[in-house]
Nanobody, 128 residues
Framework: QLQASGGGLVHTGGSLRLSCAPSGRAFRSYAGGWFRQAPGREREFVAA????????KYADSVKGRFTIRRDGAKNISYLQMNSLIPEDTAVYYC???????????????????????WGQGTQVTVSS
């Protein structure tokens, strides 16, 4: 249901932009999120955005470096990642809800179980 793209290999301090778009039939959704999983670690929240009002939430580890944006009409999210560091190396997953649970609060956006659809993941590698 979701297609993530834009990953790659960059040096410390570099930038990447990830994109996440619905694949196939369009669906109703209230928000989009990004999560990441590094080898040997659990999946963790990165950023999320409400389609309706553009409100955003970020993990503390990426605040000031990452920016999430939306094309609300198309339910497409973009994750601009600047000042990348090796600790950002992970597979990045995008996610979206199917619009059945109402408008989420900002804390809810950081909860992976709230989301219904997930992209296949895109690898981001930051070399030192």
């Amino acid at each position: 249901q979701l297609q993530a793209s834009g990953g790659g290999l960059v040096h410390t301090g570099g930038s990447l932009r990830l994109s996440c778009a619905p694949s196939g039939r369009a669906f109703r959704s209230y928000a989009g999120g990004w999560f990441r999983q590094a080898p040997g670690r659990e999946r963790e929240f990165v950023a999320a955005i409400s389609w309706r009002d553009g409100k955003t939430k970020y993990a503390d580890s990426v605040k000031g470096r990452f920016t999430i944006r939306r094309d609300g009409a198309k339910n497409i999210s973009y994750l601009q990642m600047n000042s990348l560091i090796p600790e950002d190396t992970a597979v990045y997953y995008c996610a979206a809800d199917k619009g059945s649970k109402g408008i989420p609060g900002l804390m809810t956006l950081a909860t992976p179980t709230w989301y219904d659809y997930w992209g296949q993941g895109t690898q981001v590698t930051v070399s030192s």
